[in-house]
């Protein structure tokens, strides 16, 4: 049982160039969800998906796109990256609250990606 | 969801009780209290859930108010390892898919000093 697995862990990116941030987990979570995290600053959400097919924008998704074909997987796109995006992503999934299975709906979170954009 | 407020800092001897409080005074009856740390800049960790009575496991204790507007966060026997930022959040279960967004406010800063 691996929880959320990101990677990767670094990057280093220039400006316009386009990558996939990708986050997987293996807890047959319904729920994922992407945040950033900008220094001195909390955790700002960007997309989330309740479940495969279906996403939603957050706080922030300008920039971003996502997409949810299976249970497990939940990459985030940078489609054309700029120096406002560099940032440390954090994927996060828990069990769907509509979910009569569990008590405890607690996100787990990854380790992080640290996106630096020159 | 309800809004929090927690004090942006909060220092703790070593091996004393941290008790980290957070007023979330527009809490709905169907409104968990959820507590979250973040170890320098890994990802958030879980602690503790509760929606009335106060819980317990093996890393903290929840105190919540009997008018649920406010709880505490209780780490017994504070570590140096115990220092890092905590976030309360108030999160519901909702039945529609856009309600169950986790937002999270700027937290305290915990120091547990030796």
């Known amino acids: 049982n691996a929880g959320v697995t990101q990677t990767p862990k670094f990057q280093v990116l220039k400006t316009g160039q386009s990558m996939t941030l990708q986050c997987a987990q293996d807890?047959?979570?319904?729920?994922m969800s992407w945040y950033r995290q900008d220094p001195g600053m909390g955790l700002r959400l960007i997309h989330y998906s309740v479940g495969a097919g279906i996403t939603d924008q957050g706080e922030v998704p300008n920039g971003y796109n996502v997409s949810r074909s299976t249970t497990e997987d939940f990459p985030l796109r940078l489609l054309s990256a700029a120096p406002s995006q560099t940032s440390v992503y954090f994927c996060?999934?828990?069990?769907?609250?509509?979910?009569?299975?569990?008590?405890?709906?607690?996100?787990?979170f990854g380790s992080g990606t640290r996106l630096t954009v020159v | 969801d309800a809004k929090t407020t927690q004090p942006p800092s909060m220092d703790c001897a070593e091996g004393r009780a941290a008790n980290l409080p957070c007023n979330h005074s527009?809490?709905?009856?169907?409104?968990?209290v959820y507590w979250y740390r973040q170890i320098h800049s890994q990802g958030p960790q879980y602690i503790i859930h509760?929606?009335?009575n106060n819980e317990t496991n093996e890393m903290a204790s929840l105190i919540i108010t009997e008018d649920r507007k406010s709880s505490t966060l209780i780490l017994p026997h504070a570590t140096l390892r115990d220092t890092a930022v905590y976030y309360c959040i108030v999160r519901g279960t909702y039945l529609i898919q856009g309600a169950q967004k986790l937002v999270f406010g700027q937290g305290t800063r915990l120091t547990i000093n030796p």
């Open positions: 527009t809490i709905s009856g169907n409104e968990y």
């Open positions: 996060a999934s828990s069990y769907s609250t509509r979910s009569t299975r569990p008590k405890n709906y607690g996100y787990t």
């Open positions: 807890m047959n979570h319904e729920y």
């Open positions: 509760g929606l009335k």
